[in-house]
Structure formats: structure tokens, C-alpha cells
């Protein structure tokens, strides 16, 4: 059991999400029209689904936004048809990062994209490019608040997880992504509803950089997540204080 979070310096989150809220709900809501689309409305067996109705609870979304990405993905209102994308690159210090989006233009998002990566000394590479430097896994997180480290730890084990480290505001949780679904549950049993679980790439290794390159990158990361056709922003850099 690490002292640390694996993801404090891996996956980049805003702090202003507050003032953001119109923006988080509509990339939810998009996850929640693909999910339906594929797999139903039955968040029992819609997995993908289910992980974006937990996301909607933990950002407070009202409902009336739940149901309307819902009617969207069953074609009760006129809407546009989402395709997931995925790009790969280099940022600042040789960090490789991974975005991944929903878009009803390609060709936009990728514009979008690769401008990004540009203006903050960064490359777009082609797909896979970068993506063997990271796993597939599934990821859960939960307060600190909620229980002991110990206590998280021995549930999320028995849960079937392979790993919790614990950061300053939250447990991270880590198992295979095929588990996710099993493991989600049960600690949901045990404690409620988790403030993410999904899907994520994590980085078999890090890149140590320094507190000015740092900032040339959340800068990138930052724009990349403002755009409305992008989920999320992983990146595989470990910041160096020294």
C-alpha cells in the first residue's frame, strides 16, 4: 500500500470545477447518451451506463439533465450521433498523455487538438503512439472522510482490487478493468456510492518534471479540457519539487 496517490500528479484536475458546472454536466451528458445507445437504459446491465450515473450524482447534476441525455439517446428529442476519439501525443518535457472525447465532428476535434498540443510545445502523434506507455485499468474513488485507510484498504482487497493508495482528499482504488464492475458494487455496499468509477489509463511510468515545465503543461491540459468534445486528460508526469 503506497504512502501516496498514484494519480495526485497523473491525472490533472481543475480546481475551479464550481464555476464549470454547465460544462461537466454537458460532457456527462454525453457519456450518458453513448452509454444508452450501446448498451440500454438498465444501469444493472449497462456498466458504462451505471458509471455515468454515479458521475452525474457526485457532480449533483439535476435529474431533469439525466432524463433529457436519456430521451437524446433513444430518440425522444433531435440530437447528434457521438463517436469516441482518442489522441496521443507529447507535451512539455516529453510528458505523453492521452485524450480521449466524444464528438459529433471529427474533424473539428482534431483540429482542436493538434492546435492545442502546438501552442504549448507539444506534439500530436498517431494512434498507439504513446498509449503502450500506459495500462488499461479500472479506477474508483472515495473521500477520506468515509472511512480509515486501513479499513479502505482491507474492503477494497476483498473487493477484488489490486491496489488503494491514499492521497489528502481521497482513496484511490485500482483493479483490472475487466473487475471494475464487481469491485464497484461491492464497495458500494459497504460504503455507498464511490465519487468516480471508471474505466482510466495509468501510466507504467512516470516523467519527473520541474515546477515551470509543470506549468507550461497544465496550461495544455487545461485547454485540451475545456473543449466540449474531450472526457479526459491523462498524463504520466510526476512533478519534482526539489
Known amino acids: 500500500m503506497s504512502g501516496h496517490s498514484q494519480f495526485k500528479n497523473i491525472m490533472y484536475r481543475k480546481g475551479a470545477q464550481d464555476a464549470r458546472k454547465a460544462k461537466v454536466f454537458s460532457k456527462i451528458s454525453r457519456e450518458i447518451t453513448v452509454a444508452v445507445k450501446e ?37 425522444g428529442e433531435a440530437g447528434v450521433d457521438y463517436t469516441s476519439v482518442r489522441y496521443e501525443g507529447y507535451g512539455p518535457g516529453g510528458v505523453a498523455i492521452i485524450v480521449e472525447g466524444l464528438t459529433d465532428n471529427k474533424n473539428r476535434t482534431a483540429s482542436d487538438v493538434r492546435s492545442s498540443f502546438s501552442k504549448f510545445g507539444g506534439s500530436l502523434g498517431e494512434t498507439n ?17 468515509i472511512t480509515s485507510e486501513d479499513g479502505m484498504f482491507e474492503a477494497a482487497i476483498d473487493a477484488g482490487a489490486d491496489d488503494m493508495t491514499a492521497g489528502d482528499e481521497v482513496f484511490e482504488i485500482i483493479c483490472k478493468m475487466d473487475k471494475l464492475s464487481e469491485v464497484r458494487d461491492k464497495l458500494i455496499k459497504k460504503f455507498g456510492d464511490p465519487q468516480e468509477a471508471k474505466v482510466t489509463w495509468m501510466p507504467k511510468n512516470t516523467v519527473p518534471i520541474n515546477k515551470d515545465t509543470a506549468q507550461s503543461l497544465f496550461k495544455l491540459i487545461e485547454q ?17 519539487t526539489a
Open 224 to 240: 485540451l479540457e475545456d473543449s466540449d468534445d474531450v472526457q479526459s486528460v491523462t498524463a504520466n508526469c510526476d512533478i519534482v
Open 129 to 145: 503512439s504513446v498509449s503502450f506507455q500506459f495500462d488499461r485499468v479500472g479506477y474508483i474513488s472515495y473521500p477520506v472522510k
Open 39 to 75: 448498451g440500454g437504459t438498465d444501469p444493472e446491465s449497462n456498466t458504462r451506463l451505471r458509471s455515468a450515473l454515479i458521475s452525474a450524482r457526485s457532480e449533483n447534476m439535476p435529474k431533469d439533465n439525466v432524463d433529457r441525455a436519456v430521451k437524446k439517446a433513444m430518440g
